[in-house]
Nanobody
Framework: QVQLVESGGGLVQAGGSLRLSCAAS????????MGWYRQAPGKQRELVAT???????NYADSVKGRFTISRDNAKNTVYLQMNSLKPEDTAVYYC??????????????WGQGTQVTVSA
């Protein structure tokens, strides 16, 4: 079994910063893609940023220049540094990982989500 544990969410004023962390644990052989998604009330879940094992990154246009995704492969952890936060960034942020388990099974896993609230 693989588990993703997120942390770092909270309440921050507009223009402030937060750093989200997501650590994967369990019967992990390797992780290809790790990323962050978010879902605001009444809206669909959207991709925020991804980081592949090949060190390629991808960002939603709305967060480019403000957010930075990074990985610590030794710890199976992905981070999302969020700067210059705006009220429209308010959402539940979810971690996602594409995992190959020790048993040879590949699948995607989701974290439980962490609330980010940005006040005006």
């Amino acid at each position: 079994q693989v588990q993703l544990v997120e942390s770092g969410g909270g309440l921050v004023q507009a223009g402030g910063s937060l750093r989200l962390s997501c650590a994967a644990s369990g019967s992990i052989f390797s992780i290809s893609v790790m990323g962050w998604y978010r879902q605001a009330p009444g809206k669909q879940r959207e991709l925020v940023a991804t980081f592949t094992s090949g060190r390629s990154t991808n960002y939603a246009d709305s967060v480019k220049g403000r957010f930075t995704i990074s990985r610590d492969n030794a710890k199976n952890t992905v981070y999302l540094q969020m700067n210059s936060l705006k009220p429209e960034d308010t959402a539940v942020y979810y971690c996602k990982a594409s995992v190959l388990t020790i048993g040879g099974i590949g699948r995607q896993y989701w974290g439980q989500g962490t609330q980010v609230t940005v006040s005006a």
